[in-house]
């Protein structure tokens, strides 16, 4: 969509395969990560998140794993689907009310 | 459903006109945030309100102005003072824990032309 990505990195997969995506935060005093999926021209969406003290999270067929040493955050889809098709980014929390965002990645499946 | 709604979806101004976004939550979340989306960019924070009546400054709060008059509503107004903005303007929630672990739950985002 317009609205997001027009210039982001795009990461195609085939159907069924699955998907990593990255992220890199700056700060390494960041205690809190969140990623996001967003479709075209609609609000992102909360997909799953995780606490600094862990380095490994899995929800439904999405596990997020987080390595403090090198500030490296990956967002892992298992048996990607066409409705993953979307941008994804990731957001790190410095404090209560401040965020920062990644610039996001597309997804594309391949049928 | 609770949930954030944003009106207008779509919204055009003519150069010199002020213009507001309305967001609206029923999520009963203490903190209420404006973010501008553009092309390839991360998210940028406008204006945040912690409590009723109160709100602070973001990253980019030149030529934008809010209010939060009840909890539930933050309205965004865009001033002829902002030089470029037409955007996606998205606003989100969070609930206040100090658990440190607050997730933005974000509305649907309203796009804002200037003709």
């Known amino acids: 969509g317009e609205s997001v990505g027009l210039h982001l990195p795009t990461l195609s997969v085939q159907e069924g395969d699955n998907s990593i995506i990255n992220c890199a935060y700056s700060?390494?005093?960041?205690?809190?990560f969140i990623w996001y999926k967003q479709e075209s021209g609609k609000g992102p969406q909360f997909i799953i998140d995780i606490r600094s003290n862990m380095d490994k999270r899995q929800g439904q067929r999405v596990t997020v794993l987080l390595n403090k040493t090198v500030k490296h955050l990956s967002l892992q889809i298992a048996a990607t689907q066409p409705g993953d098709s979307a941008v994804y980014f990731c957001a790190e929390n410095r404090g209560t009310y401040k965020y920062i965002f990644g610039t996001g990645t597309r997804l594309k499946v391949l049928a | 459903d609770g949930g954030i709604t944003q009106s207008p979806k779509y919204l055009f101004r003519k150069e010199g006109q002020n213009v507001t976004l309305s967001c609206e939550q029923n999520l009963n979340h203490d903190a209420m945030y404006w973010y501008r989306q553009d092309p390839g960019q991360g998210l940028r924070l406008i204006y945040y309100?912690?409590?009723?009546?109160?709100?602070q400054k973001g990253d980019i709060a030149e030529g934008y102005s809010v209010s939060r008059e009840k909890k539930e509503s933050f309205p965004l107004t865009v001033t002829s003072a902002q030089k470029n903005p037409t955007a996606f303007y998205l606003c989100?929630?969070?609930?206040?824990?100090?658990?440190?672990?607050?997730?933005?739950?974000f509305g649907a985002g309203s796009r804002l032309t200037v003709l």
């Open positions: 309100s912690q409590i009723v009546n109160d709100f």
């Open positions: 700060n390494s005093a960041s205690d809190y």
């Open positions: 989100a929630s969070t609930l206040d824990s100090y658990s440190g672990a607050n997730v933005l739950t």
